[in-house]
């Protein structure tokens, strides 16, 4: 059974930071582009950024210059550092993971608010 397992969750104030972790095993994440998702109430599930294999990034036009997205090889982990956080990015964020399917985290809420 595939796990991603997420953490890093919170709350934080407007122009905070918070970092979001996913860790899977070792065979998902050597073949896997693994990314993150969100969703707020009422809104679709929305892509954050995903990064590939081999390094490569992509991200949704809001959070570029303000989010960056990792991974570690040695870890199996992919983390979202998320700086200068604002309101609208309050939402709860998933964990992805695609390839030949598609894999979710349980999810892990991020809210901004004073």
């Known amino acids: 059974q595939v796990q991603l397992v997420e953490s890093g969750g919170g709350l934080v104030q407007p122009g905070g930071s918070l970092r979001l972790s996913c860790a899977t095993s070792?065979?998902?994440?050597?073949?896997?582009?693994m990314g993150w998702y969100r969703q707020s109430p009422g809104k679709e599930r929305e892509l954050v950024a995903v990064?590939?294999?081999?390094?490569?990034?992509n991200y949704r036009d809001s959070v570029k210059g303000r989010f960056t997205i990792s991974r570690d090889n040695a870890k199996n982990t992919v983390y979202l550092q998320m700086n200068s956080l604002k309101s609208e990015d309050t939402a709860v964020y998933y964990c992805?993971?695609?390839?030949?399917?598609?894999?979710w985290g349980q999810g892990t809420q991020v809210t901004v608010s004073s």
């Open positions: 990064i590939t294999t081999g390094g490569g990034t």
């Open positions: 992805y993971a695609g390839y030949t399917t598609v894999y």
């Open positions: 070792r065979s998902i994440f050597s073949m896997y582009v």
